[in-house]
């Protein structure tokens, strides 16, 4: 079993930035994939990013290319979300996930469904 704890959440205004962490409770968790969704009230769950074990692959979903870069470091069993340039559309709750696939298509990824999630952290940006 793993255990995802988020931090780094808050308000902040358009254009600004935030950092969210997601520490994993077991070395064990450095063989999945680890990622990011995120849910706006009244929306389905959307995918916003992914990483593959090694941190060498990386995934976004389309609303956040060139703005959001994931990435993680394997000894500290954590990944992070580095998001600039937020806009009022990006406010949900961020959801860490991990054990999931991400295929690619032409035009857009697509996530399987994650075996772990985080309890998730509040992104608020206002305008």
């Known amino acids: 079993q793993v255990q995802l704890v988020e931090s780094g959440g808050g308000l902040v205004q358009a254009g600004g930035s935030l950092r969210l962490s997601c520490a994993a409770s077991t070395r064990t968790s450095t063989s999945y994939t680890m990622g990011w969704f995120r849910q706006a009230p009244g929306k389905e769950r959307e995918f916003v990013a992914g990483?593959?074990?090694?941190?060498?692959?990386?995934y976004y979903g389309n609303s956040v290319k060139g703005r959001f870069t994931i990435s993680r470091d394997g000894a500290k069993n954590t990944a992070y979300l580095q998001m600039n340039s937020l806009k009022p559309e990006d406010t949900a709750v961020y959801y860490c996930?991990?054990?999931?696939?991400?295929?690619?298509?032409?035009?857009?990824?697509?996530?399987?469904?994650?075996?772990?999630w985080g309890q998730g952290t509040q992104v608020t940006v206002s305008s």
């Open positions: 990483i593959n074990w090694s941190g060498e692959i990386t």
């Open positions: 996930a991990a054990g999931f696939t991400v295929y690619e298509t032409d035009s857009t990824v697509v996530p399987t469904t994650p075996s772990y």
